[in-house]
């Protein structure tokens, strides 16, 4: 179990939907749409994923944190919780 | 022509690219792959949106600028940058 | 004029009121206030230089429409629009 | 303690800088000075901003696990996590 199971329908939807969205932006710069209507739509895909980040490093998190309680391996925690940082500022820089 | 047009072959080539790595989220979660790598993915595909999203920004400023020296309606020009400053807000913000 | 002198006085006040805002954290940071705190407080300054730098790009397009209009240097218009697609992009990755 | 006491001085050093760069700015806006060039600044204390609070982040979450391991308390711990996710959703959309 990878900590996201359980909701991997709820993912899997809003991961169908923005691919929808990013296939929407394909058709609105072949149609010529104005500019501004596209960057309006980018920003909410933008938004979209970023929802989808945040729900699975949640999860992540909560998953982490049974872990440590179940196992206690505190160099294997340290580990975890150095990457979950490191994925943490990618998403705050990208 | 809303001022990409010259270059819409090659954003229509990256929005693609942008489309399927969606698509490649979905098979991760769907193959329960370890949550930090999804998150890894998402960060790629946030730079390449927002990579179009300046793109796209800079040639709409372009055609604004051209617009404003032929036309000159300072009315209209006002709005224009109005216009792109809501838009460059939102993208800072997403 | 550099594009933004009118409103200096605005812009001087938002500056301070963030300095005082850094100082603050400071603070928290030496009181050993709880770490969520700081980081809602750290959001708001993040917020606050945004909208500082959102008022100083929106005065500069307008600076740069204005400069193209009287002068209509096709060139200078070029390099100035780089520059200020060079900025948006630094800003929307910071 | 709060987690981040042990590199206390480190933050505040960090801190006391972006200060610095602030006031610094306010002394651009003061002399006129080109428009990009704050901008530029601005970017730059973004990132330094962002540094601190992933910084503080990894620290909390480390705190949270070593107290979940010692005290275990689950309905404690859901509440910090979903504290944590919150924080880290203000930071990604800051």
Do not use: F, P
């Amino acid at each position: 179990m990878r900590g996201y199971s359980m909701e991997r329908d709820d993912y899997l939807k809003r991961l169908k939907r923005i691919e929808g969205q990013v296939r929407g932006i394909q058709r609105m710069v072949e149609e010529d749409v104005y500019c501004i209507d596209i960057l309006t739509q980018i920003s909410a895909i933008n938004k979209a994923m970023q929802s989808v980040a945040v729900g699975l490093l949640n999860e992540h998190l909560h998953h982490c944190v049974a872990n440590a309680m179940t196992e206690g391996d505190a160099g294997e925690i340290d580990k975890k919780i150095a990457e979950a940082t490191a994925a943490i500022e990618r998403l705050v820089k990208s």
